[in-house]
């Protein structure tokens, strides 16, 4: 990722961490959404023909959503990590 990509983010964080904007975090959200695609990929293959991705697509957007919410930058994690483990249990608890 480049180094404008990466600070990019961090004023987004910064910005969503001060004022908890809906506009900004709509941008994190736009931000992010290919994490969605990626672990919605993931899911499935080991889902298979049970459930069609766009099904999977939607629900891991809840997931992203509640991530952006919690995530606290000062922890020193990446947020794709914690995101990724949010959106994909928001899928698996949309399967139940």
């Known amino acids: 990722m480049p180094a404008?990509?990466?600070?990019h983010q961090q004023e987004l964080w910064k910005k969503y961490g001060e004022s908890r904007d809906p506009a900004v975090r709509e941008q994190l959200i736009l931000?992010?959404?290919?994490?969605i695609k990626?672990?919605?990929?993931?899911?499935?293959?080991?889902?298979?023909?049970?459930?069609?991705?766009?099904?999977?697509?939607?629900?891991?957007v809840f997931g992203l959503i509640d991530a952006i919410e919690k995530f606290d930058p000062?922890?020193?994690i990446k947020f794709e990590t914690y995101g990724s483990i949010l959106i994909r249990g928001a899928i698996n608890d949309s399967r139940r």
Do not use: M, P, T, W
Request: charged residues 25%; aromatic residues 18%; proline residues 0%.
């Open 4 to 7: 404008s990509d990466a600070q």
């Open 31 to 35: 931000e992010y959404a290919d994490l």
């Open 74 to 76: 000062s922890k020193k």
């Open 38 to 60: 990626y672990v919605a990929g993931r899911l499935s293959i080991y889902f298979g023909s049970n459930v069609e991705y766009d099904d999977l697509i939607g629900y891991g």
